[in-house]
């Protein structure tokens, strides 16, 4: 159950609303969206609604019916918008297309330098990059940790881009959120529901990519627990699902694209990176997810592929990341949106 408090709601009835639900047996978690108040609960209790929605400063009672709540059409049926970076960054939803970029792994500085120049020559508007990686070997490098969290940072503060890098363990969620402007929860992480939580209480936007063998009402009720959290800025991102065929490395479901946008208000990106694995399918699968109605693209590139320490094999050179920019723009425009374009800014040295 879900009391949406108007937006001029003072304290006082705030804390009145919560006094209700403690009488009702419920314990209520206060929450934020788009500059309301929300207060939440996990559980039902027989009239609790009828009371909350006769109480000062309610402005209507959201009675779920089922598991998917806040996530839900039912509870908003205009699309949301995630601002990322404060008011010169970016916004995922609306009318805008925004397409992230950068390396899977940050290894180095003069990588970052080299591959930032790239993306952001290209119209990127906001950067990528992992300083934790999680990995299927425990051989495989496994990113550079806090370092590379201070090499994200540097490049934030050298081009005025927003950037989002993964968070793997509950315990490294706050110093992440220092760093960053925006926590991604990967696939083998978004069931992770400890990590869920701790990541929906930081105060950041959330992109949360699909597990590779999730359903959609499964990847859906993972964005539930970070909104129950009080997260209004939750992100959904469609990267790949396990199949029988190796042509590709996973299989990117487009039609989840639109069925998740049917079912939430929530913005909903595209990785034909990480589902693809081919550089070259990274062009048409982009240009697909644009057309199917996504609202951005999350997009691996290097400068040096063959060396690269994390999925090169799948990574686009600047010039590759360039000209699939190049394409894209008439098949968004094409779909009655723009892309999204950072304000104009010179690039400052290391």
């Not at 970052?112 to 952001?120: I, K, N, Q, R, S």
């Amino acid at each position: 159950m879900i009391a949406v408090m108007s937006k001029d709601a003072t304290p006082h009835q705030i804390a009145h609303v919560q006094a209700l639900l403690r009488q009702s047996g419920l314990d209520p978690v206060i929450g934020e969206f788009e500059g309301a108040t929300l207060v939440i609960t996990e559980n039902e209790a027989p009239g609790a609604a009828g009371v909350l929605e006769t109480a000062t400063g309610v402005e209507r009672v959201v009675d779920g019916q089922g598991a998917q709540q806040l996530t839900s059409r039912d509870f908003r049926s205009a699309d949301s918008r995630v601002a990322v970076g404060g008011p010169d960054g970016a916004v995922l939803g609306g009318d805008g297309f925004v397409v992230i970029a950068g390396p899977c792994a940050v290894e180095s500085q003069d990588q970052m330098t080299g591959v930032v120049d790239a993306v952001v020559a290209a119209g990127a508007a906001m950067l990528r990059g992992g300083a934790f990686k999680p990995r299927t070997s425990p051989y495989s490098f496994q990113g550079l940790g806090v370092a590379g969290l201070a090499l994200l940072a540097e490049q934030r503060s050298r081009t005025g881009l927003p950037v989002v890098t993964e968070v793997v363990t509950p315990q490294d969620v706050e110093r992440v959120a220092e760093e960053s402007d925006m926590l991604q929860i990967g696939t083998r992480n978004m069931q992770n529901f400890a990590l869920l939580r701790e990541a929906g209480a930081s105060g950041r936007p959330v992109l949360l990519k699909r597990g590779m063998a999730a359903t959609i009402e499964e990847w859906l009720l993972a964005a539930e627990y970070l909104m129950h959290m009080g997260n209004g800025g939750v992100v959904l991102c469609e990267r790949g699902i396990r199949s029988f065929d190796r042509s590709t490395r996973f299989t990117l479901d487009l039609s989840a694209v639109a069925e998740a946008k049917r079912r939430t208000h929530l913005p909903v990106v595209v990785d034909p990176s990480h589902s693809t694995g081919r550089p070259h399918l990274v062009g048409p699968m982009s240009l697909a997810a644009a057309a199917c109605g996504a609202d951005g693209l999350l997009i691996d590139v290097h400068t040096d592929a063959r060396a690269a320490l994390c999925d090169g094999a799948q990574a686009l050179s600047g010039a590759q990341f360039a000209d699939v920019m190049t394409r894209l723009r008439p098949v968004v425009e094409a779909v009655g949106r723009t892309l999204w374009q950072p304000r104009a800014r010179s690039l400052t040295s290391v």
